[in-house]
């Protein structure tokens, strides 16, 4: 027995440090991004105004950071490879209130343990500056040399001495997109900064420093320089801060949309951070407005007390846990809801003006709240009446402009009204906004409309039935007979008035008011089988799923024409919804055209 302990006793010794630090380097460095990521947080935390990142074939040859940060001394210049060499926290106290991107002091010495790494740097008080040459974590030689201010870090052959690692990378192509995105959200977090890519000799990326005091303003700017011109004027500012925490940022127009999760940022405190609850805040946000599949494309800053949020989860410090995770979700879900809200997709109905406007960006959207509860109120569609006034006094002034009543364009008219309303092909609804025009699907509004308001009946167990002249008696297979049954109490709150009768079938007395009259008959049936197809296909929850059953199979449908007054409380019961702009399944309920993209088209 003693024998063996002392054995154990022999087995045990302290690795090698180039050892322990190849190891740990499994952690921090997992791909030529990770370097990256870490060798530009250096320049960062360096107080860096202009950094340059050169790289050939996809970070695997080369990846270097050219910074004009504070340098560093001889001493510290070899020292900076050592594990926990770190010049950022001296204490444990100063873990509580982390400000600087890097602290565990590892990222040098794991990556020139893995690498062949040529450091320059030099401080401008310094007379000279220092080169040191580090191979699979060994210094090979270390000398003054003639190096401008600042710091120049070169990362060749990454992997190298790790053929498993490096057998393990991707294509080419994948390992550059995510050098890309590292690259992207540290020039996001940091848009006072001038970058540079430069990737096999050719610039990707040129990024002025940018001026503005504002972060929004500056991070707007970067957004444009960094994505282009296809992101101006798409992407809305959202923002709002308390005590506790403040968020800042944009999220892109739901026509934005990304096939893949690339393009989200999310920061916290400056840092970029995955963090699967908080990108499924945004994603919610966007329900319905973007197609199934895709995904919003977003910056997005939270700041908050250092101390409600550890990031030192992993060694990559790219996971963070909140001491309030589930209060930041709902927060940051209302925060993006509203800022879509006043996106420039909504036009808002300005009482001064009696005309439509935009509300300025980043104005406070709300929502005219008139047509609420229309299911107690008849609407223009068949089954639902003849229309009172159809939009009572306030709102008939809406859609009646001065420039309207000043130069009548009686030709294109709809119903002698000197509205500016026209039915296209009997399933578009054109009219005049002040930014230009805007063209409504009459189907996907409609969707959107019924849609609202059986969730709201749903849940509130209001919703209007009309009486049948005739009960009807409807026999169903067993299966569906089962899921009516189950649905029964919220069909009943949506305005079916039915009761299970002997063997399989129910009676209805009487339907929902919103549907149209003469199909009583099949609309039970058919509400049945789009709501099997969406469980299957959709995997909604029931709620959600019956409103859109109805509502799909109520719309009016394309070819259904309109009369004008039929047409304004449409888009007046639109306006009144929460998430006017997409029907339920996602398809955009309007669109619209700037003036100057038609002047454009004209060459003007
Ligand atoms: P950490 O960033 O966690 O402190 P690193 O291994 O990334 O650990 O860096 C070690 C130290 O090297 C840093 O604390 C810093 O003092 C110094 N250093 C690294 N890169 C730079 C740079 N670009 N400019 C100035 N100092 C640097
Ligand atoms: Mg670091």
Redesign the pocket.
């Known amino acids: 027995m003693s024998d063996v302990s002392v054995e154990a006793e022999r087995l045990i010794r302290v690795m090698p440090e180039t050892l322990a630090n190849k190891i740990a380097a499994g952690e921090v460095v997992q791909r030529p991004a990770s370097a990256l990521k ?2 530009l ?3 960062i ?2 107080g ?1 105004g202009d950094v340059e990142v050169i790289l050939k074939s996809s970070g695997s040859e080369l990846i270097q ?1 050219v ?1 004009d ?4 001394g001889r001493e ?1 210049a070899r020292a ?1 490879f050592r594990r926990h ?4 926290i001296t204490s444990i106290d100063d873990l509580e209130r982390i400000r ?10 794991s990556i020139a343990s893995v690498a062949q790494v040529e450091l320059r ?1 030099k401080r401008t008080a310094d007379d000279v500056g220092y080169c040191v040459r580090v191979e699979g974590g060994e210094i090979i030689t270390s000398e003054p040399c003639a190096t401008k201010d ?2 120049s ?1 070169a990362v060749k052959n990454l992997f190298y001495n790790v053929p498993a690692r490096r057998n393990f990378m991707k294509t080419p192509a994948t390992e550059l997109r995510h050098l890309v995105e590292t690259f992207q959200s540290i020039a996001l977090s940091n848009p006072s900064i001038a970058f540079r890519l430069v990737h096999d000799g050719m610039d990707m990326y040129r990024l002025p420093a940018e001026q503005e005091e504002d972060f929004g303003d500056a991070l707007e700017g970067r957004l444009h320089a960094l994505f282009g011109a296809e992101y101006e004027d798409r992407l809305v500012r959202v923002g709002e801060q308390t005590s506790y925490l403040s968020v800042e940022g944009f999220v892109g127009e739901p026509e934005l949309h990304k096939r893949g999760r690339g393009e989200q940022f999310l920061f916290v405190n400056g840092r970029h951070v995955r963090n699967r609850s908080l990108e499924h805040a945004v994603f919610t946000s966007f329900e319905d407005l973007i197609p199934e599949g895709s995904y919003p494309f977003f910056a997005i800053f939270l700041s908050l007390d250092p101390s409600r949020v550890d990031v030192n989860v992993h060694p990559s410090k790219a996971e963070v846990k909140f001491d309030d995770e589930r209060g930041i979700y709902n927060f940051l879900k209302s925060i993006v809801r509203k800022g879509l809200g006043s996106a420039m997709l909504t036009p808002q109905i300005s009482a001064d003006t009696d005309r439509w406007s935009f509300p300025a960006e980043g104005a406070p959207f709300t929502p005219s709240r008139h047509g609420e509860g229309a299911g107690t109120t008849s609407g223009p569609f068949p089954g639902q009446g003849e229309p009172t006034g159809p939009m009572g006094p306030r709102s008939e002034q809406l859609y009646r402009t001065p420039e309207a009543s000043r130069r009548p364009d009686g030709d294109e008219k709809v119903g002698g009204d000197d509205t500016l309303l026209w039915q296209l092909h009997e399933r578009y609804i054109l009219t005049q906004i002040r930014s230009g025009l805007m063209i409504l699907d009459q189907n996907a509004a409609h969707e959107r409309i019924l849609y609202e308001r059986a969730l709201h009946h749903i849940d509130d167990g209001v919703g209007m039935s009309q009486q049948l002249l005739f009960p009807q008696t409807v026999e169903f297979a067993p299966g569906d007979f089962e899921l009516l049954k189950e649905l029964l109490a919220d069909l009943r709150a949506l305005g079916f008035d039915v009761e299970t009768f002997g063997g399989r079938s129910v009676v209805v007395r009487g339907v929902p008011s919103d549907i149209r009259s003469g199909d009583e008959r099949s609309i039970l049936d058919d509400i049945l089988s789009q709501y099997k197809l969406n469980r299957e296909r959709l995997k909604v929850p029931s709620k959600e799923n019956l409103a859109k059953s109805l509502a799909r199979r109520s719309a009016i449908r394309p070819g259904t024409r309109l009369a004008a007054r039929e047409m304004r409380s449409l888009i007046d019961q639109l306006f009144a919804c929460e998430m006017p702009y997409a029907c339920p399944n996602g398809r955009p309920t309007m669109i619209k055209i700037p003036i100057e993209e038609l002047d454009k088209r004209f060459s003007r």
């Open positions: 870490e060798v947080e250096n320049a935390d360096a860096a950071v910074d940060g504070c340098g560093m510290d900076c060499a770190t010049s950022k600087t991107l890097g602290f565990r002091g590892e990222a040098l010495a740097t600042g710091t870090i």
